[in-house]
């Protein structure tokens, strides 16, 4: 799954080379993964239109045209977006292929066919799922420590792992990068919010704000096409058996909910059960 520093890395992509393109003409693989609201057939729609924004929102891509429509992509587990240049193979598995008049393609991909692609005017996102509801923006000023405390309270009954993971309170971690943060942080995957001292919960926010931007700088610096993903500067992620960065402890896999996460059993120690009752806490 795409996570926020390949969707920053993906848009400040396509903001430099797409943006102001026209779309010359539209090709659709897939009709089953597009939910097009505007009604309109989709070929006819996405014919000359002008690429005005592109940006991302939570694990959304969205490309924003002239005429007031919008492509809002949802790339799921294995979706991928490709800038196909002139000498370049396309990927498999097209779901659609917009031509651009600079003789490029823009493909959107996926052999799962999980992937979803919206068809909508400005602002009206309620046809799509999980949109409205994204949480705090991680990247934004206004998450501060104090707020990440706040929300951490509401969500004190849940795993951490599963709390820094929901798209609705934080926008957006993903399984990846959360196992990254929580390694970063040293706190098991399992431990309860309620049971993180004040001090657990302030280096899990400098970890959230320091492993995403190393992620950002990380997959900007590897430079590779937008359709790649880049997971080699991760620390425990898929990591399972090796050693430790930090400790040479072999780095251990469980399932949190049905999802597998990575982490250090002697770095992310299993805390005692004991309940902080954090208002006595300043
Ligand atoms: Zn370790």
């Known amino acids: 799954m795409p996570e926020l ?9 396509l903001q430099r080379l797409i943006l102001n393109r026209r779309i010359v003409s539209t090709t659709i693989h897939q009709p089953v993964v597009i939910r097009n609201i505007i009604g309109d ?21 969205r490309f924003t045209l002239s005429s007031m429509v919008e492509i809002v992509v949802n790339l799921m587990l294995a979706g991928r977006v490709q800038h196909q240049q002139k000498g370049d193979h396309p990927l498999g598995f097209k779901l659609l292929a917009m031509k651009l008049d600079d003789g490029t393609w823009l493909n959107i991909c996926d052999q799962q066919k999980m992937a979803k692609i919206y068809l909508v005017h400005p602002g009206d996102y309620a046809a799509i799922p999980g949109f409205a509801d994204q949480g705090m923006n991680i990247r934004s000023k206004e998450f501060s420590e104090d707020y990440f405390k706040q929300l951490a309270v509401k969500h004190s009954r849940k795993q951490v792992r599963v709390f820094i993971n929901d798209h609705s309170a934080l926008s957006s971690i993903g399984n990846a990068y ?5 390694f970063e942080a ?7 919010v309620a049971s993180l001292t004040a001090d657990d919960l302030a280096a899990l926010y400098r970890a959230i704000g320091s492993v995403i931007q190393h ?5 900007a610096e590897a430079a590779q096409p937008i359709h790649e993903k880049v997971r080699d500067h991760m620390k425990v992620r898929n990591r399972q058996g090796q050693p430790c960065p930090r400790c040479g402890t ?11 996460v990575f982490f250090c ?7 005692r059960k004991v309940f902080i009752d954090w208002s006595k806490q300043h």
């Open 41 to 61: 057939p989709v070929e006819d729609v996405l014919r000359d239109l002008f690429f005005t924004r592109i940006d991302y929102h939570g694990p959304f891509l």
């Open 5 to 13: 520093p390949d969707l920053f890395y993906v848009s400040r992509y």
């Open 215 to 219: 992620g950002i700088d990380h997959v």
């Open 265 to 271: 059993p002697t770095c992310q120690p299993v805390k």
């Open 186 to 192: 040293k706190i098991h995957p399992k431990t309860i």
């Open 178 to 182: 959360a196992d990254e943060i929580l």
């Open 250 to 260: 072999k780095v251990r896999r469980e399932g949190v909910h049905g999802y597998d």
